[in-house]
């Protein structure tokens, strides 16, 4: 729905693949204090696909350059094709029970192939290719990276520390219309300090600075359709992202209490980062990729907590999510922020011989702001689980959920119930097995649900298979 028309579309997409996966290591001990370690993988993988796009409505207008007609035709093939290979050689030295010192040198090349061709197929059959307006693309990319990391390894009492840096040689070649080779020497350092407090309670932070490199679709410097309403250009001077990573993690469990509690945070910043840039001509997008200092952060929590009471284990979680980026929408840069907000509580039984029941809680909220835009998902749902085992043979099983979905930004609520359930019988000592199950008991139509990305803010409906019941008879031979 886009304002108050609608826009009908067909889509069918074939794809034809090949992967194949290729690993050799070799670990030698040549001492207490020397050990050598070998390994070697190779990779390809190939991806060729055909998408074809039909609507009586006007398809990307003023995007594309598409003779109007009655019924509009796509067709884009698009072929990707990428192989790899990895040498890695790591020498681990054990000074004495408390010092080592880890070197790792190794080589990884990529090779990359992309190509697309996007045409209309007119009424009368003959077709519109679109190459003569900046469509097609037809590229090779190929990155190699050689490396060198040291890391020393030193322990003191309680506490242990791991530190070192890798040192990499980038060399890059992207042949399109034009050849560009390019080089670039990057120093990644990595820290680690751990605590252990005892075997059971433990204190570990995380440091790295780490890279990476886009995939070969991203400097292809040609439209080429991405959907029946995004065209995408790419950008040939695309160079490695480079972003700090720090995490920090507690863990502590004791058998004898019946307590197991972890928690987690991670905070992730880039420095150089790849920006999508989106451009609306009404709903239809152009989207291409430009590189920008600072363009992203991401804070992630997340704590789980169980504690068992006699035969009842309890559970507490909770989880946070917040990322503050920049967008760039019609030509202009503006800050966005997403934060979305979990908490789960649960309790479970653990007779013997007594059903195994779960019951619980679920409660998320997500908030999305953009400029003056915002947007705000609440998903309330309790459940239980129940399996039982009884008769020498049969197995009942239940999951329930009860939805409770509201988007505030519109006023619009939805409350639905989801089941299952199902009863399995078989004797031990018969091959034979049977079973009944009921998928979607209450018949509910669709599922409703929320998600976020760069630039889109997503309610959608998700539609389920009416109510089923199956009858199962199974032989074991």
Do not use: C
């Amino acid at each position: 729905m886009i304002g108050v028309s609608n826009s009908r579309f067909f889509n069918r997409q074939d794809l034809d693949a090949i992967f194949l996966n290729q690993n050799i290591e070799w670990h030698k001990k040549a001492s207490k204090k020397h050990t050598f370690s070998f390994a070697a993988d190779f990779v390809y993988d190939k991806n060729n696909s055909t998408t074809f796009w039909e609507s009586n409505d006007a398809i990307l207008d003023g995007l594309i350059p598409v003779i109007d007609e009655a019924v509009i035709k796509l067709n884009q093939l698009k072929e990707t094709k990428s192989t790899n290979f990895n040498l890695y050689f790591k020498y681990y030295w054990v000074l004495n029970k408390n010092n080592h010192i880890y070197t790792t040198i190794g080589n990884s090349y990529l090779n990359q192939f992309f190509y697309t061709n996007d045409s209309q197929e007119l009424l009368d059959g003959t077709i519109n290719n679109f190459n003569s307006s900046g469509f097609g693309n037809d590229l090779n990319f190929s990155l190699n990276d050689l490396f060198l990391g040291l890391n020393y390894k030193f322990k003191t009492g309680i506490f242990t520390f791991n530190q070192g840096a890798f040192f990499h040689a980038y060399n890059w070649d992207l042949d399109n219309e034009s050849k560009i080779t390019k080089n670039k020497f990057v120093i990644l350092p990595n820290f680690t300090a751990k605590i252990d407090f005892n075997t059971s309670k433990r204190l570990q932070f995380n440091y790295d600075l780490k890279t990476s490199f886009s995939d070969v679709s991203k400097f292809a410097n040609q439209f080429y359709l991405q959907s029946y309403n995004s065209v995408f250009k790419g950008n040939e001077e695309l160079e490695n992202e480079l972003y700090h990573v720090l995490s920090l993690g507690y863990r502590k469990f004791s058998t004898y209490r019946g307590v197991m509690l972890y928690a987690n945070a991670r905070y992730t910043k880039k420095i150089d980062g790849v920006l999508n840039m989106v451009n609306y001509v009404n709903a239809n997008q152009f989207v291409s990729v430009v590189m920008l200092k600072n363009p992203s952060e991401n804070w992630q929590i997340m704590g789980n907590i169980s504690k068992k009471i006699k035969k009842i284990k309890f559970g507490l979680g909770l989880s946070y999510n917040g990322s503050n980026y920049l967008q760039q929408i019609d030509g202009f840069f503006q800050n966005s922020r997403n934060n979305q907000t979990g908490l789960n509580v649960t309790a479970k039984t653990l007779y013997k011989n007594f059903p195994t029941v779960e019951i619980g809680y679920k409660h998320d909220i997500g908030n999305y702001t953009s400029g003056n835009m915002k947007a705000e998902f609440i998903t309330n749902k309790p459940f239980i689980n129940i399996d039982y085992d009884f008769l020498n043979g049969f197995i009942f099983s239940l999951d329930y959920n009860m939805y409770r979905y509201k988007n505030k930004s519109f006023n619009q609520n939805s409350t639905y119930d989801l089941a299952n359930m199902s009863l399995y019988y078989r004797h031990e000592n018969s091959a034979w097995s049977f079973k009944i199950e009921s998928n979607n008991v209450f018949d509910v139509q669709f599922r409703r649900q929320n998600s976020f990305s760069a630039y889109i803010i997503s309610d959608s409906k998700t539609y389920i298979m009416p109510q089923t019941l199956m009858f199962t008879l199974g032989y074991n031979l």
